[in-house]
């Protein structure tokens, strides 16, 4: 009997339940032995106060194009992930209890960062552990693409799209804050596909005299707007000379909601021009995924059915140079990537014309 423990960790994204039913449909398929699966609900939480439910083929059928997971996700940060929870409890220990009392040969884990530090924690103290990459950031680590994130740069470019037309009609500025935590992956390529004109992105802090300029120099040249594509971790070059505490503190004081109305009232400002912004927010994780994340998910979550068939544990299952490898979680447990700022695609759109602001 091979027993599977499954859980899908921190926040969801599209193709979450693509990726579980590439690995159960792979083992049904191909295993010699009776297989068992237990779904942890609601991420790790389930793992620790020992909530699953049993699941079946069936389960995972008819889920191929449906958003969401069918497991429920939770965060749970890594931070305070041994430290013991309102009632005493060791989670970690918990954890590995539930492991131990339901027998499993593996459990498989779906999620992000945060997600892969506890993986790999689980990893040393015993466990056998599978891992996949979701999250439409696409800033982890050891995989050159997540799933989660084609669909996401779908949805943020539909939204630029739709703005385009009205903002051309009312000669405005728009300001379109697209997710992406600490990255600027998603604004990105969803800024270059719906032809943002100013792209913000974490990784290249802005000086707003630049964005003005850009600005004032398409009204000059006829274009009577602009869009910028704005990444919700977009910084100024003078706070990102302050320390993660002082940025922190001020933050905290903004008297904005986000970065881009603090933009948005400076371009104001400078040009007296009317500036909107619209932040499509969570719609950027719902809704089917994409038809790459379809594929791409399926074909991760096989290959991860196979390392379970092989007994091959402590591994992430990504993507390096168009081919599906496994990396080892201590390889990928702690690491953000980040968009190179000298990276070809961020020349390229340089030389397009688009403005970083820099
Ligand atoms: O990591 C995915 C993500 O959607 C980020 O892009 C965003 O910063 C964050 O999650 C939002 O988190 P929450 O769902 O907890 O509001």
């Known amino acids: 009997m091979l027993r599977i423990g499954m859980l899908t960790s921190g926040g969801d994204c599209q193709a979450l339940n693509a990726a579980m039913r590439g690995v159960v449909k792979t083992i049904y398929n191909n295993s010699k032995e009776d297989v068992e699966i237990f779904g942890f609900l609601a991420g790790y939480r389930g793992l620790i106060y020992s909530n699953f439910r049993m699941v079946t083929g069936k389960d995972f059928s008819g889920i191929l194009t449906k958003g969401g997971t069918i497991l429920g996700s939770s965060r749970t940060p890594f931070k305070t992930i041994e430290e013991p929870d309102e009632n005493g409890l060791d989670k970690v220990e918990a ?17 992000g960062n945060g997600t892969h ?8 103290k015993g466990l056998n552990i599978v891992t996949l990459p979701k999250t439409i950031d696409n800033d982890l680590w050891g995989t050159d693409m997540t799933f989660g994130f084609q669909s996401a740069v779908d949805i943020a470019t539909n ?10 009609s009312h000669r405005r500025v728009f300001i379109v804050e697209v997710m992406g935590h600490k990255t600027g ?3 990105l390529n969803a800024g270059m596909a719906s032809g943002a004109d100013i792209i ?19 009204q000059e040249n006829g274009s009577g707007f602009t869009i910028l594509a704005v990444a919700e971790g977009a910084i100024s070059k003078e706070d990102a000379q302050l320390t993660k505490k002082e940025y922190k503190k001020k933050v905290e004081k903004r008297v904005h909601p986000t970065v881009s109305y603090e933009l948005a009232k400076q371009i104001q400002d400078e040009t007296g021009l009317e500036v909107r912004v619209t932040v499509p927010g969570h719609m950027q994780r719902g809704g089917s995924p994409c038809p790459y994340d379809r594929v791409f998910a399926s074909r991760l979550g096989s290959e991860a059915g196979k390392l379970i068939l092989k007994g091959e544990y402590g591994f992430m299952v990504g993507y390096k140079n168009r081919e599906i490898v496994k990396v080892p979680l201590e390889e990928v447990a702690g690491k953000l990537k980040t968009v190179d700022p000298d990276a070809t695609i961020v020349k390229e759109a ?6 970083f602001g820099d």
């Open 200 to 218: 913000l992105i974490p990784e290249i802090p802005y000086d707003i005299k630049k964005i003005v300029k850009a600005i004032k120099r398409r």
């Open 117 to 124: 530090k506890t993986a790999n924690l689980l990893r040393t």
């Open 350 to 355: 340089k030389m397009l014309g688009i403005c």
């Open 185 to 187: 992956w998603l604004t």
């Open 159 to 168: 939204v630029i799209d739709c703005i385009h037309t009205t903002a051309d």
């Open 95 to 111: 954890m590995v209890h539930t492991y131990h009392k339901l027998n499993l040969d593996c459990l498989v884990v779906l999620g």
